[in-house]
């Protein structure tokens, strides 16, 4: 069955900071790849996806992932980090495609804290 | 347009009673998908319905859990006679279709807990 790790249970990074939080994905094939952000009291929101082609995808809010197939990652990046920034993100894999957002498969999630 | 709207946000149900969580979809969205988060681990499927169908419910429990999208109104997962461990955040997203290009919005979940 296909799995999802999200190492880092929590990050603390100073605004301004690079970032980067991982995700690896244990499935045969190349799967369809996600990142969500979830702000205190909010729904998740999408980042970025990755189904195809190039392997650095660009999302909103200035992050970026890029999907390294052979190191089974899709790790999350921003150069530089704002305050607001501050949320839990989740990385997320779908087996095949069978709708935006059927079988999803989450990772126990990153929080994320900024400090100032 | 109001996101996708869940309520209660916070339901507390004694074990054996039933729990009811709503999810309306945005506007114009035919397709609801619901997930779990236990505690400490991962958002996980639960159930894909469109308008009146159930689509895929290959991660619904097999007892006690159903979910359903009438023609009008929200989309309702029902749990009937709760236990402990159904204590959970319930989420639930919509899309307006399945192409691949397609977003799903989550809504802020549901959570149960079960005393």
């Known amino acids: 069955a296909q799995s999802v790790t999200q190492p880092d249970i929590h990050i603390t990074v100073s605004e301004g900071a690079s970032l980067e939080l991982r995700c690896n994905y244990s499935?045969?094939?190349?799967?369809?790849l996600f990142w969500y952000v979830q702000s205190p009291g909010q729904g998740l929101q999408l980042l970025l996806k990755y189904f195809s082609g190039d392997t650095l995808v660009q999302g909103i809010k200035g992050f970026e992932a890029e999907f390294k197939r052979s190191q089974s990652s899709f790790n999350l990046r921003k150069p530089s980090v704002h305050w607001s920034d501050a949320a839990e993100y989740f990385c997320a894999v779908a087996l095949g495609f069978t709708g935006t957002a059927s079988k999803l498969t989450f990772g126990t999630g990153t929080r994320l804290q900024v400090t100032l | 347009n109001a996101g996708v709207m869940q309520n209660p946000r916070h339901l507390v149900r004694r074990r054996g009673q039933e729990a009811r969580l709503r999810c309306s979809p945005m506007k114009g969205h035919s397709h609801v998908y619901w997930y779990r988060q236990l505690p400490e681990e991962g958002l996980k499927f639960m159930v894909y319905l469109q308008k009146e169908n159930i689509i895929d419910e290959s991660g619904m429990p097999k007892e006690r859990f159903s979910a359903e999208f009438p023609k009008e109104g929200p989309s309702i997962l029902r749990i009937q006679q709760v236990v402990r461990g159904d204590s959970a955040a319930y989420f639930c997203a919509s899309s307006p279709g399945r192409d691949m290009n397609t977003e799903a919005f989550f809504g802020q979940g549901t959570r149960l807990t079960v005393v």
């Open positions: 499935y045969g094939a190349t799967p369809y």
